[in-house]
């Protein structure tokens, strides 16, 4: 004999039958998930762009901690007379390993041509650049490229000891034009 089934079982077994989304709901999955893909890599965006900046300062925290060495070795040596030497010299060359994104020395560089993301040294300017993703922003600052210069200068008359003479030249690896966030 065939159970009867009564009017209220035969609503959950209507409701148990069903299968797979509506419509509806499909579509307002697939939205919800846009919305969170869009979120996501707006954000990656932002991260892959500090984590370059952040790269970069920490090359240049090692850059700049050679270029000291290479000061004190010589004032160590008594060797201040060959400070102006240091000046347009490549501050790659006094790290004990260079960056994996180093590219070399050039003398006439074809930038378009370089990879992003890389670091090289223009021999005929003296310089060391870098060569930033293209559209990357650092602290509101625009460019495809980040300038350096191992230059001599003299030291301030504020900062200058008594003991000291006024005129001792001071080795700095400085950044050409705007300050692009990095310091």
């Known amino acids: 004999m065939k159970p009867r089934i009564s009017p209220k079982n035969n609503m959950l077994a209507g409701k148990t039958g069903q299968r797979g989304f509506?419509?509806?709901?499909?579509?307002?999955?697939?939205?919800v998930i846009a919305v969170l893909a869009v979120v996501l890599?707006?954000?990656?965006?932002?991260?892959?762009?500090?984590?370059?900046?952040?790269?970069?300062?920490?090359?240049?925290l090692a850059l700049r901690a050679g270029l000291r060495m290479?000061?004190?070795?010589?004032?160590?040596?008594?060797?201040q007379n060959q400070l102006p030497a240091l000046a347009g010299k490549n501050p790659i060359d006094w790290l004990a390993e260079r960056p994996v994104n180093y590219l070399g020395a050039y003398t006439a560089p074809a930038i378009e041509k370089l990879p992003q993301?890389?670091?090289?040294?223009?021999?005929?300017?003296a310089?060391?650049?870098?060569?930033?993703?293209?559209?990357?922003?650092?602290?509101?600052?625009?460019?495809?490229?980040?300038?350096?210069?191992?230059?001599?200068?003299?030291a301030p008359l504020a900062s200058a000891k008594p003991s000291s003479p006024v005129d001792v030249p001071q080795v700095v690896l400085m950044q050409l034009g705007e300050a692009g966030g990095l310091k």
């Open 22 to 31: 509506t419509l509806f709901e499909l579509a307002v999955t697939v939205s």
């Open 117 to 125: 993301s890389h670091w090289f040294f223009d021999q005929s300017n």
């Open 41 to 60: 890599l707006s954000r990656l965006t932002v991260l892959r762009e500090e984590a370059e900046r952040v790269a970069v300062q920490q090359t240049l």
């Open 70 to 79: 290479q000061v004190l070795e010589l004032y160590a040596s008594d060797r």
């Open 127 to 154: 310089e060391l650049i870098y060569i930033l993703n293209r559209g990357n922003i650092f602290g509101g600052y625009r460019s495809e490229l980040l300038q350096f210069k191992v230059s001599l200068q003299q």
